[in-house]
């Protein structure tokens, strides 16, 4: 046997171990996507395309400000639903699941950290969100578009006489400030923030509970009071200040424990026609990563030593 | 080389392991002050009455739960460490596994957990499908797998990632005769190629043919431990089989045992076959092992 085939053979044996390897993470992210679709999850586009294409028919007596109005409330509405229900029932499902069925003993016990089944589940979940999101924008965008020069067409019809180029640039102008814009992207990406912080949520509340039912309804309770949140604290610290170290402490704990998910509300100004500032933006997809930080880090505290 | 040679494949010290009940003052001793060892090569059965501690014990060797305490490693790799895992294959007790994914894509999923290349997943995938025989089962998702097949994929998947050491809990628990003949021959095939395996089982006689040593285990202790053919022996007892005897050279026989002084006939008769080599042999499953030693 030669020198270098003596070296190749020793190194097929000896794999040397990797503290964190992002192609293990990706492919329990991409697994756990596998598993979702082939839940056939995706068929939730259908319910969501007669909501969005329903709400068109609806209200045909409406002005055309209000038409469109109700056309985009209709669609975040929707979207922020089936984006928090999917990051919190697809947690609750998969993870417990695994640790039932003992799915999990024959991760762990390849060279898998624990760490890295949790963010890789983490991710996926998260991926499922976006795809889905950026498949309901795509509808809803299209038929927004469609909308907004179909109602075009009929303002013009409407004048009598003809419409002139002026009055046609103007009804234009108006109709399409209401139509599809760039702020749309940013009310869906606040969407999608929202939903990983809520698969944050569960996460950590399904490496404890290991139990499907009880991880929903924990992350929904989380998930509801997480809207409340900033009235809770203006309340009991109703200018702001925060009187020594104890409740800036109490306060600290309940932001962690309760996410800020209020502030990622941000589609109803973009509906009335506010404009968002980058530095919103900016400071939201801080918080998401922070949020995500700070759960994963717990949820690896709770299931490093777990006993499975 | 030689160095791995000395190194056992388990080395398991003094491990106990302590389950608190919820609610309650006792608690349950599942593994009691249990030390063993398994050289690496050897095939070791841990045999023991259901409830006795061999799932716990497999479950501290491969870091699933912690030990209460005593100490327990994989080639000289404490169990603590994930990278013990890297040279080990488990298959649990009545595994699941992800029913939505296929057989190629289940053991292509396991491969890129233990780190292995894109070609190196292809090249292991389909011989191991053709190992465990399911090749033709391979593009057909496992949600309509039978136990025995669950039970052959999931030796696959133990087997994915080239383990040194192979761990199978209850390997043929729960699958019919001919299925589990099939896994019997996995597992000396293993042996053949030098992997180490330890394997549990409560039905004694579906391990003694594999086995180079077993050990038994009983309410979390290791009660009796040796080669199996040491440990069933009977030092008084002689067999004799004979084929197409004629009755005179029986009577021969019966007559020198009269005029010794010592010697006893205890039992004379047609031998028994098992009701497992009845049933591999109606059914038409019987493989090449069960006719060599039958
Ligand atoms: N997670 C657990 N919590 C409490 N008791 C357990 C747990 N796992 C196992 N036991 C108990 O430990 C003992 C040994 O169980 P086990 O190792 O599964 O036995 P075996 O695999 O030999 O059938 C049993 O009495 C069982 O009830
Ligand atoms: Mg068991």
Known sequence: MSADKVKSVKEDFVVPHKLFSLSRVWAIALNTFTQLVRMKVFYFMLIFSVLIIGANFLFLNFTFEQELKILKDVSFGAMTLFAS???????????????????????LTKPVPRFEYLVGKLIGIILLVAVSLVLMSFLFFAVLYFRQHAILAEEIKMIRGGATDAQKEYLKETIFAQGVSPELILGVLAVFLKAAVAAGVALVVSTFASSTLFTIIVSLVVYFIGHAQS?????????????????????????????????????????????????????????????????????????????? | MMAEEIIPAVQINNLTKIFPVPFRKEKVIAVNDLSLCVEAGEVYGLIGPNGSGKSTTMKVLLGLISATSGSSAVFGLSSSETASRGSVGFLPENPYFYKYLTGAETLSFYGKLCGLSRRKIKERTSELLSLVDLENAKDRRLGGYSKGMLQRIGLAQALVGDPRLVVLD????????????????????LKQRGISVILSSHLLEQVQEVCDRVGIIF??????????????????????????????????????????????????????????????????????DVRKDS
Not at chain 2, 241 to 264: C, F, G
């Open chain 1, 231 to 308: 009235l809770a604290l203006e309340y009991y610290f109703p200018d702001g200040q925060m009187y020594g170290a104890l409740q800036t402490f109490i306060a600290g704990i309940v932001a962690v424990v309760f996410p800020n998910l209020q502030m990622f509300n941000i589609f109803d100004g973009i509906i009335t026609g506010q404009s968002i500032s980058t530095t919103l933006m900016l400071r939201l997809i801080g918080l998401t990563g922070f949020y995500l930080t700070i759960y994963s880090m717990i949820s690896w505290i709770l299931f490093a030593k777990k006993e499975l």
């Open chain 2, 219 to 288: 309410e979390g202790k290791l009660v009796k431990e040796g080669k199996l053919e040491e440990l069933i022996e009977i030092e008084s007892q002689t067999e004799i089989i004979l084929e197409h005897a004629e009755p005179k050279i029986l009577d021969q026989i019966n007559e020198l045992v009269q005029a010794s002084e010592e010697t006893r006939v205890l039992r004379s008769g047609k031998p028994k076959t098992t009701l497992e080599r009845l049933f591999l042999k109606e059914t038409g499953a019987e493989s090449e």
């Open chain 2, 170 to 189: 209850e390997p043929t628990a729960g699958v019919d005769p001919a299925g589990s003949r099939k896994i019997r021959d996995l597992i000396i095939e």
């Open chain 1, 85 to 107: 229900i999917f990051s919190i029932v697809g947690t609750a499902l998969l993870i417990p699941k695994d640790i039932e069925d003992r799915t999990l003993y024959t991760i």
